[in-house]
């Protein structure tokens, strides 16, 4: 069986469609969250990916932040990241309440099965939704956020860059990058096939072209302050925040 693995879709409906072109193979989509927030069509991609009967959603941390939206979470975000500070006010203004309650009742974690493979799904780590997992890191690192973890392959997003590593025990992680604001080199949107057969299963991550320039003219439609930047980081990624 072949499932696609989405994550940090960042209301990117561009880069959305150009995915679900590319996986139209696949019986199955897990999706890892990070839906909506700081991104040009949130409203589309959250209506889209609610719609879908045989997706498993799971919450990202900036689809807590939109839920749990409040006058302290703007203020924190304010001083180190003033761009997403405002998107998250004008994302929470822009949403109608059942797009939020939909964000709101996506569970952080999931464990699911698929042909024998135990998995877990998470957004950041096991541990915390926004811990990072990144390339070239100790595999002790990556074995201390595993602990307690049962399942055999888990699939994380958040960092917006892929990756995956092979512990001692045999577990593997896979950083499936992000769809919506890809942190890779040629800024294409960022997507993992997994194939399972007879209890095993094989990783591709797959990198899409996709319409980066409508992406960005929507982006800056958005008209807070800031969105320029973001309508600039779709087209030429330097930085995951500003």
């Not at 992680?173 to 209890?199: H, L, W």
């Not at 409508?214 to 969105?227: E, I, L, S, V």
Request: aromatic share 6%; glycine share 6%; proline share 5%.
């Amino acid at each position: 069986m072949k499932v696609a693995i989405l994550s940090d879709i960042h209301g990117n409906m561009h880069a959305l469609d150009a995915v679900i072109k590319d996986m139209k193979d696949c019986e199955r989509v897990l999706c890892l969250g990070d839906l909506a927030m700081a991104g040009p069509q949130p409203k589309k991609v959250i209506d889209y990916i609610r719609e879908q009967k045989n997706w498993s959603v799971i919450q990202g941390n900036t689809d807590k932040l939109i839920a749990d939206f409040s006058p302290e979470i703007i203020e924190n975000l304010k001083h180190k990241f003033p761009v997403m500070a405002n998107a998250l006010a004008d994302d929470y203004k822009f949403l109608e309440e059942d797009k939020k309650e939909y964000l709101r009742n996506l569970p952080p974690r999931m464990s699911l099965e698929i042909e024998g493979v135990k998995i877990l799904l998470v957004h950041g780590s096991p541990r915390l939704n926004n811990e990072d997992i990144l390339p070239n890191m100790a595999l002790k690192d990556i074995e201390a956020m595993l602990e307690g973890v049962k399942e055999d392959l888990i699939f994380c997003g958040h960092t917006h860059v892929p990756c995956g590593y092979q512990t001692n025990k045999k577990q593997t992680v896979v950083n499936v990058g992000s769809v919506g604001r890809p942190m890779t080199e040629n800024a294409k949107a960022c997507y993992v096939i997994a194939d399972f057969q007879d209890g095993g299963f094989s990783i591709e991550h797959r990198f899409v072209d996709y319409d980066k320039e409508g992406a960005a003219k929507a982006m800056r439609t958005r008209r807070f302050d800031g969105c320029e930047t973001l309508a600039e980081m779709i087209l030429h990624p330097t930085q995951r925040h500003a």
